[in-house]
């Protein structure tokens, strides 16, 4: 790791709370302990960068929230999968929550044992469940009838039992954008609690399956206590019943979906401890182990989008503050209409305006805020997307042939680069003219 800023700099930002390490609460332009000014200089922009603190304090917080009780917390690597985020979980006593083959061997890659693995998604191939079983990861989440009778298909001809757990589609609205909610019955997740009975039913038929776990997940973003209230109760209600039926549930996993703040003054997300306060009180009689698959939650606010300003261009109703950051390295605004903070990282008293913020991409979705008032720009200024630690790099692509952002992470003042900024020879280095004609 690299040293960019001043120790007096830095002390100050040492143990604080991980969400006093945004931009504007440790200084103008420090974010743990670290000058971005000086980082932008030496790794360019755009770029990613995560606080280790602040993902630090979230997992701790978690943790502190559920001490007592049997639980196991695993990351959704879909939220950030850089190795060295998920090794900074490993470290921490997390393991990972995977819906694909490149998210496994990312995990194991980090360190983060198979037996604290739990794999989910729909979509799972013949492919990727020999790889989980080979490997030994906890349990799958299974999703659909088809994927439970091939898990016991694939699990048989490799000679080992897979432990599984049932997803439940509670039809509980989570009150969030519709395209991140997986609890409703129109939602392609999970299957409903009478089908779920019937697996639970034929369970014994089932020789390489041990079906003894439950999972739901009614989606992310959630900043409201109830949607959870009434899902983890559906699930609570359906696990005695199974237990009456002679049917034992070793694991329920609640999946995750806590909100963060992206907009201040109106996000207010849900407390960690009022939310374990709830599971405590659903899950009272329940012996087993609880597993949450917290994504968002650990690193979104742990992260920031830096980028410069190109130029401001004035139009006829508004003006374009026209940024080297685009839809290709933040998909968000344009995907959901997210809202995302931005922060010019400018000195003295300038005068307000208002802008919209765009990048080059050749997309008029290629807009990151409409209309928002900051501190006047000029070419050249630094400015700060904040709340991109999570579905910023990874839901990131080469669009208009740009190329990947650096990421780097940054701990009490210093800064290490976790992903360089991807060249255009590795941009290209799969494709190829053609060289040999196959007949089909």
Known sequence: MQVIAKAQQAEGAVGQAGASRGIGREGPSLFDGVDLHALAAQVSTPCHAYSANAIRERIAGLQSAFQGLDHRICYA???????AILQLMAHHGVGADIVSLGELNRALLAGIPAEHIVFSGVGKTTEEIASALAVGVWRFNVESLDELQLLQEVAQRHGVCARAAARINPDVDARTHEKISTGKSENKFGVSIDEARRWF????????????????????????????????????????????????????????????????????????????????????????????????????????????????????????????????????????????????????????????????????????????????????????????????????????????????????????????????????????????????
């Not at 690597?77 to 190795?83: E, P, Y």
């Not at 000195?347 to 307000?352: I, L, M, S, Y």
Request: aromatic fraction near 6%; include cysteine; proline fraction near 5%.
């Open 77 to 83: 690597v879909k939220a950030n999968s850089n190795v």
């Open 201 to 440: 039913a034929n369970a014994g038929s089932m020789s390489n399956v041990l079906l003894d776990g439950l999972h739901a997940h009614i989606g992310s973003q959630i900043l409201e206590l109830e949607p959870f209230r009434e899902a983890l109760t559906r699930v609570e209600a359906f696990r005695r019943e199974l237990v009456d039926a002679g049917h034992p549930i070793a694991s329920v996993d609640i999946g995750g979906g806590l909100g963060v703040c992206y907009r201040k003054g109106v996000d207010h997300p849900i407390p960690a401890a009022e939310y374990a306060g709830l599971v405590r009180v659903v899950f009272a009689e329940f012996q087993g182990t609880l597993v949450l698959e917290p994504g968002r939650y650990l690193v979104a606010e742990a992260g920031i989008l830096l980028t410069r300003v190109i130029r401001v261009k004035p139009g006829v109703d508004r003006s374009f503050l026209v940024v080297d950051a685009a839809m290709n390295d933040l998909l968000r605004p344009s995907l959901y209409e997210a809202w995302h903070e931005i922060v010019p990282l400018v000195g003295g008293d300038r005068e307000p305006a208002r802008y919209d913020v765009v990048g080059p991409v050749c997309e008029t979705g290629d807009t990151f805020a409409r209309g928002r008032a900051m501190a006047r720009c000029e070419a050249g200024d630094l400015l700060s997307i904040g709340s991109t630690g999570a579905y910023g790099a990874s839901m990131a692509s080469t669009y208009n042939s740009r190329p990947l952002a650096a990421e780097v992470l940054l701990d009490d003042g210093r800064y290490a680069v976790i992903r360089r900024r991807q060249t255009m020879a590795e941009m290209i280095a799969g494709e190829q003219l053609p060289q040999v004609w196959n007949e089909t």
